[in-house]
């Protein structure tokens, strides 16, 4: 099974999330540092849609910018235009595979679709 990972080295959460897929048998991992190579506004629509989840509610509060922007009430076109230009805005980590997307905040979320 391939699963993409988009991963922040610096996040426990995160690292967590990618040791449970390294060691999970059969998984074809691609690993994305997502604040060195952001993803575009229309991938994180389509992740968030995948994940049934509003751009809202991937959007990372804590530790990040996102008050000071504005972006706490700011529709999710706004919020997702903001993703792409600062990703520390983007919660981590986000997991694709054929079986889905998760937020995997916990991190054993991953095994949903594993």
Do not use: F
Request: with cysteine.
């Amino acid at each position: 099974m391939k699963a993409t990972i988009w991963h922040n080295p610096n996040c426990g959460t995160s690292r967590k999330t990618l040791a449970i897929l390294e060691a999970t048998d059969g998984v074809e991992l691609t690993v994305i540092d997502y604040l060195a190579d952001p993803p575009t506004v229309e991938r994180l629509r389509s992740l968030y849609e995948k994940a049934g989840l509003t751009p809202r509610e991937g959007l990372r509060t804590r530790g990040s910018p996102a008050e000071a922007m504005g972006l706490l009430d700011a529709d999710g076109e706004m919020i997702l235009q903001a993703m792409a230009k600062e990703p520390i805005l983007i919660e981590r980590p986000l997991v694709e595979t054929a079986k889905g997307v998760r937020l995997c905040r916990p991190q054993e979320v991953v095994l949903e679709i594993l």
